[in-house]
């Protein structure tokens, strides 16, 4: 299983604001992903990397960007944020030695007023 | 694409045995994963069904039937914290695709 970890956990900020959310990995997992879901409904994929220098878009459109400098690393950034933006965000990585079966960080939950 | 459907709502007694239903339609199948997610709470992994055929791992099992695009999970023996919602997953090109989930609720 893996140990992921995002920081913040929750987040209030006002509308413009730049942000970013942390996410890591201390397992050496090559694919990441983040995950928005609000509250009651469904996931969905918003990116993922195959490993480093890799980033692909998900099947939802989102505002953020990500990076994969380090195999480690995985923040997602919102250069201006809006209340739309308001949901939870979830981290995950996939281990190969399993079917790639993902593990979720605890989240980060922002609100954008 | 990929489309996986599931009750939207479920509800049972404490210490009763429930099924959750998948169906699917997906190409490029390499395998289904169920996840429990708690309220307000990331998901948490179950299991994994690859092969046709039930999979235990305690109080709880899943099923899969490759050629019917089916799956289920069924629970022993429910306690109060399995309330919760439960998705299934299914994984084609190394991504996954979440179907909505089932809110479990169960009652003392």
């Known amino acids: 299983e893996a140990d992921i970890y995002q920081t913040p956990r929750y987040l209030v900020i006002g509308t413009g604001k730049k942000i970013t959310l942390e996410c890591s990995q201390t397992m050496g997992h090559d694919k990441m992903y983040w995950y928005q879901q609000d509250p009651g409904m469904e996931l969905h994929l918003i990116h993922y990397s195959y490993g480093v220098n890799s980033t692909e878009k998900g099947d939802l459109s989102s505002e953020s960007t990500v990076s994969r400098i380090r195999t480690e690393h995985f923040p997602l950034t919102l250069e201006s944020a809006r209340p739309s933006h308001t949901s939870q965000y979830l981290c995950a990585s996939s281990d190969p030695t399993g079917l790639y079966t993902q593990y979720f960080g605890p989240g980060t939950r922002l609100t954008v007023l | ?108």
């Open chain 2, 1 to 108: 694409g990929q489309n996986i459907d599931q009750p939207t709502e479920m509800t049972a007694t404490e210490g009763a045995i429930v099924q959750i239903n998948c169906t699917y339609q997906t190409s490029g199948f390499n395998g289904l994963f169920w996840y429990q997610q708690h309220a307000g709470e990331a998901p948490t992994f179950l299991s994994y069904n690859v092969l046709d055929g039930l999979e235990e791992k305690g109080r709880f099992s899943s099923f899969l039937s490759r050629s019917k695009g089916y799956s289920y999970l069924l629970l022993k023996e429910l306690q109060m914290k399995d309330s919760a919602s439960y998705l299934c997953a299914v994984t084609g090109f190394q991504k996954l695709v979440f179907g909505t989930g089932t809110r479990l609720l169960v009652s003392p």
